[in-house]
């Protein structure tokens, strides 16, 4: 029993001392070049086409962002290490990922293209497998599917649309408070007329009372 749990025990370590390599390694250019290559020796290509290949993934590496390193690291490994491996310098695979320097893709941007090609070399390699054209179909709605979760992860499009509603909020806002000024100028200058009207009623009450009482006055005294 002691035996077996340290047998347990050795392959336990073994397995997060690996874990671990591999999360330190996410950061690692070197790292993202070796996955994006895989497979290139074995293509039925020229050694030169091999070496232009892998000049253009060199440089495509270079000009990620640390950020987009590190994504590209987690989700191309995981589709790397996948029983239908993606071939990652497949002319529109490539033109694909060439994409996301492009467009400076972020991180949901970069996991929703690495599911879109993986979906894709899934359903390609199930139709190698059994012929069915069912799959063939499958694979093209399944990459399309997550290509367009790619445009709808855009912070661009994101930020673009919340400046949208601001913009609509705000004028709405203006037409709002135009609205009130209108109704509160009205409603000052219907006071206002109510005011004089009153004043107008009362000085000409007074000017009548006052003239009543100038004529009383004259005809008391008619000799004088």
Do not use: C
Request: hydrophobic fraction near 35%; aromatic fraction near 8%; glycine fraction near 4%.
């Amino acid at each position: 029993m002691n035996s077996i749990k340290y047998f347990l025990g050795v392959i336990l370590l073994v397995l997060a001392t690996m874990s671990s390599a591999g999360a330190e390694n996410f950061d690692s250019r070197d790292f993202l070049f070796d996955t994006m290559i895989n497979g290139l020796d074995e293509k039925d290509i020229t050694d030169q086409e091999k070496e232009e290949m892998s000049a253009k993934i060199e440089a495509w590496v270079d000009d990620l962002s640390d950020e987009q390193v590190i994504a590209f690291n987690q989700s191309l490994n995981n589709a790397l290490h996948t029983p239908w491996s993606v071939d990652f310098t497949d002319p529109e695979n490539w033109e694909l990922l060439d994409l996301a320097v492009d467009n400076n893709y972020n991180e949901d941007q970069i996991i929703a293209l690495t599911k879109a090609l993986e979906s894709e070399a899934k359903f390609l390699s199930h139709y190698e497998r059994t012929g069915k054209e069912f799959f063939l179909l499958k694979a093209e709605q399944e990459k399309n599917k997550f290509l367009a979760k790619v445009d709808r992860f855009d912070d661009s499009t994101i930020q673009s649309d919340i400046k949208d509603e601001t913009r609509f909020m705000m004028r709405e806002l203006a037409r709002q408070a135009r609205q009130e000024a209108k109704a509160e100028a009205w409603r000052t200058s219907r006071s206002e007329i109510r005011t004089l009207s009153k004043n107008s009623a009362r000085e000409a009450r007074n000017e009548a009372k006052n003239s009543q009482r100038g004529q009383g006055r004259g005809k008391q005294n008619p000799n004088k």
